[in-house]
Each structure stands twice: as structure tokens, then as C-alpha cells.
């Protein structure tokens, strides 16, 4: 498994959840030399970089299932992802799509915590009271 992007937000909060579920991970930025040497083995390929079309099908082993977390507004106002999609989505065995793909996830995720948090701050206060 590979994770291209070195965030704080995806990056390596990903790398560390992978590594606590004994994942064998390859981390590496969008500046790491011989990048696409290293995407090309990964069964498992998860782009969050933050540059528009920064993986081709060139950089993609055949049949990997591809993660993309990129979502980036070019100046003609077209979102794309990090992924060039056109040209991987017949590389991939599975990828995500930009629009409607990881983004929905992100949202219901958020959206737990949300709840989960509230739902402790209540309890905590009602410990307080009583």
C-alpha cells in the first residue's frame, strides 16, 4: 500500500491508522524522488497531495484499487482530484471518483463525531450536576 501526501489532515493520521492495523505502508510526498517506481507496486494506492492530476496511469499498477483524497478546483472552475481519472480508470481495478467518491464518507464521518462528542458532553455535565 502506498500513500501519496504527507498532510496533517490525511496524510499521516492515515499512515498511523494504517500502521496501528498492521498495515505494510510505502509514505511518500509529492516530491519524493522516483515516486512512480513506488505507486507502481502498490496493490492499494491512496493519493491526498493536493495537485491536480498528479497521478497518471503511467504512475498506477494495473488492477490496483485507487483512493483518490484530492479534490482541486482548476482556474476554469472544473473540480478534479489528484488522480488524472480519465487515464487511470482503465488501469484501476476500482478508483474513486472525485465528485460522490471519498467526500460523502468525510461528511458522515464527521457527522459521528459530531454526535458522539455531544453525546459526551451531556453525559459529562449530567456527571457534574448530580
Do not use: C, Y
Request: glycine share 10%; proline share 4%; charged share 20%.
Amino acid at each position: 500500500m502506498v500513500i501519496v501526501g504527507r498532510s496533517l489532515l490525511v496524510g499521516k493520521p492515515l499512515l498511523a491508522l494504517l500502521n496501528n492495523l498492521n498495515a505494510t505502508v510505502t509514505f511518500v510526498g509529492r516530491h519524493t524522488k522516483k515516486r512512480a517506481t513506488l505507486t507502481r507496486q502498490a496493490d492499494i494506492l491512496i493519493v491526498a497531495a493536493g495537485v491536480p492530476s498528479l497521478v497518471k496511469a503511467g504512475d498506477v499498477k494495473a488492477g490496483a484499487v485507487v483512493i483518490d483524497v484530492g479534490i482541486n478546483r482548476l482556474p476554469s472552475g472544473k473540480l478534479v482530484g489528484d488522480v488524472d481519472f480519465a487515464s487511470v480508470v482503465s488501469q484501476a481495478r476500482l478508483i474513486t471518483p472525485v465528485l460522490g467518491g471519498v467526500g460523502p464518507l468525510t461528511v458522515a464521518m464527521l457527522m459521528r463525531q459530531t454526535v458522539e462528542l455531544a453525546e459526551w458532553r451531556r453525559e459529562r455535565a449530567a456527571f457534574r450536576v448530580g
